[in-house]
């Protein structure tokens, strides 16, 4: 099925580093949801973007809705051990209510 | 209860079995949906509920995929005759609204076809 593209797909940080990462899409979407994935768990929602050009932080965490609708991207700012693991992007677009595009994800580790 | 509750966590099936899996929303929400996550990749849309109403079936890979929610709360997703390409994490996620992206996810049922 369609995915995102998500990049990078891993990466390997020092414990106060920042972490950016990003999604693009050949579609257009009408909301952005960027979630973490912790081993045999489900994902959980970090921030959620409903509008063209919004700019959403939560803690540490900012993320941007891209001014195209096509891309978005999730800035991590002085990342610690906790924040191992597994980043998604998602969008939704059109008519599709509730249904999730997801992309690849990006595995993150944090060396201490 | 306090989130969304799947069950089993883990299911071993012989190619051709049949299986069911269960996903318990979080009380009174009323949207539901099924996402299967192969090995590496993001959730892949399955289905979706509005109470007891499936409203999108777009993402049922095949015919042996069949989910129901009779009465608007718990959900079963079956798969008959499986085959190895069935085996991933089968997620279960609910929100209180309609069109809501708030969801719950549960923490899945693994399904191995072997």
């Known amino acids: 099925g369609q995915q995102l593209n998500q990049s990078p797909q891993s990466m390997f940080i020092q414990e106060g580093e920042d972490v950016s990462m990003n999604c693009t899409s050949s579609?257009?979407?009408?909301?952005w949801l960027w979630y973490k994935q912790d081993p045999g768990e489900g994902p959980v929602l970090l921030i959620a973007?409903?509008?063209?050009?919004e700019l959403t932080s939560n803690g540490r965490l900012t993320a941007q809705f891209g001014i195209t609708r096509k891309d978005s991207f999730l800035n991590i700012s002085a990342s610690i051990p906790s924040d191992v693991g597994i980043y998604f992007c998602a969008g939704q677009g059109g008519t599709s209510y509730g249904k999730l595009t997801f992309g690849q994800g990006t595995i993150l580790t944090v060396h201490p | 209860g306090a989130g969304v509750s799947q069950s089993p966590r883990y299911k071993v099936a012989k190619r051709g079995q049949d299986v069911a899996l269960r996903c318990d929303p979080i009380?009174?929400?009323?949207?539901l949906f099924w996402y299967q996550q192969a090995l590496g990749q993001g959730p892949e849309f399955l289905t979706y509920f509005q109470n007891e109403a499936q409203l999108d079936k777009s993402g049922l890979p095949s015919d042996r995929f069949f989910a129901e929610r009779p009465e608007g709360s718990v959900s079963t997703l079956k798969i008959q005759r499986t085959q190895q390409e069935d085996s991933a994490v089968y997620l279960c996620?609910?929100?209180?609204?309609?069109?809501?992206?708030?969801?719950?996810f549960g923490s899945g049922t693994r399904l191995t076809v072997v």
């Open positions: 973007l409903y509008k063209a050009g």
């Open positions: 579609s257009i979407f009408n909301t």
């Open positions: 009380s009174g929400h009323v949207s």
């Open positions: 996620a609910s929100s209180q609204r309609r069109q809501s992206y708030g969801y719950t």
